[in-house]
């Protein structure tokens, strides 16, 4: 069966839920296409399963547990984790530019804002609450795909949603004592791997920074672009493994590159994961090139200054983000 036969009456009780889902599956995930896929693939189970739904009352809880089971099962057939550059690959000692793409589905995927705003199931909870900012920073995101899939699930459903451990329990078949336990470890690899200070926040102080990135690299003007930069800031460029580290070393590359790639650039702002990126194309030099898709740069800030730059070169996310493939 496809999931364009589901009864439309099916989908009126889907639909509120939709997107909470996805966002659901995304943090489960760390990719905004794959969460995509299985939010679909939920729907369908949910529509073979409908008996089982007593009433519109309980089709939140119960659409979670089919949402999180399916990607308990995709997480266990893929029996990989995505991550970032940094945290796979050793910096470079000299700058080498662009290397060769490696398989998209080794790392983290960046989500629109107008997705992630559209979410209201995350809960306030006294203890352990994750806010809703920083739940989908990318720093967040990344650090849960270093979680095994029933430590994510169980740090999901009860810091960020607000269920009760029984609840979790119920909905990951198994004890509320291993929930606890599953939560413990899960909160300890957390506090391990995650930048508190990498949680976005936009400001307009922040907006106006933004600006003189975009005319610094519209203009190819590395001095102005070097000014932007923490002492300690950090470019990384998934599919690519490389990434550089220090003003200087993002200096070198970004003159190397423009250098090797010759042509015009356009920058559009946009948001994602709750911070601040920009959508970059590309137009090399001829009398009929247009501007080309390049890439999506998602930025962190810190005391005034850029420190992370992470160039998501996944042409093909541009549509989910709303962005147009060519500019005119």
Request: charged fraction near 25%.
């Amino acid at each position: 069966m496809q999931v364009s036969e589901i009864d439309p009456a099916f989908r009126t009780v889907f639909e509120p839920h939709r997107r909470p889902i996805i966002v659901h599956c995304y943090r489960m995930l760390g990719s905004l296409q794959d969460a995509e896929e299985i939010a679909q693939e939920a729907l369908l189970r949910a529509w073979q399963r409908q008996r089982e739904l007593n009433s519109t009352h309980a089709a939140r809880a119960w659409l979670y547990k089919i949402a999180t089971s399916a990607c308990l099962d995709h997480l266990r057939k893929a029996r990989r984790r995505r991550a970032l550059p940094h945290l796979i690959a050793p910096s470079p000692s000299k700058i080498l530019g662009v290397g060769s793409a490696t398989e998209r589905r080794l790392w983290v995927e960046p989500a629109p804002d107008a997705l992630l705003e559209a979410e209201a199931d995350i809960a306030e909870r006294p203890d352990h609450r994750v806010s809703r900012r920083e739940s989908i920073g990318l720093a967040f995101i990344t650090a849960l795909q270093f979680l095994s899939p029933k430590q994510r699930a169980a740090l999901l459903l009860v810091d960020v949603l607000g269920w009760a451990p029984e609840e979790a329990a119920d909905l990951l078949a198994t004890s509320t004592f291993s929930v606890n336990s599953l939560l413990q470890r899960a909160r300890k690899g957390m506090a391990a791997r995650r930048d508190t200070s990498a949680v976005p926040d936009v400001s307009s102080v922040d907006t106006e920074l933004l600006q003189r990135f975009i005319a610094a690299w519209e203009g190819g003007d590395l001095e102005a672009l070097a000014a932007l930069l923490a002492d300690d800031a950090r470019l990384s460029m998934p599919p690519q493994l490389e990434w550089y580290a220090g003003r200087e070393s993002v200096r070198a590359f970004f003159e190397a590159i423009w250098s090797q790639q010759p042509g015009q650039r356009r920058l559009l702002p946009l948001g994602a994961n709750g911070g601040l990126a920009v959508a970059i194309y590309r137009r090399p030099l001829g009398p009929d090139a247009t501007y080309e898709s390049s890439g999506i740069m998602l930025i962190a800030l810190r005391a005034g200054r850029i420190s992370e730059m992470t160039r998501f070169g996944f042409t093909n996310l541009f549509p989910l983000f709303g962005l147009p493939s060519q500019l005119a």
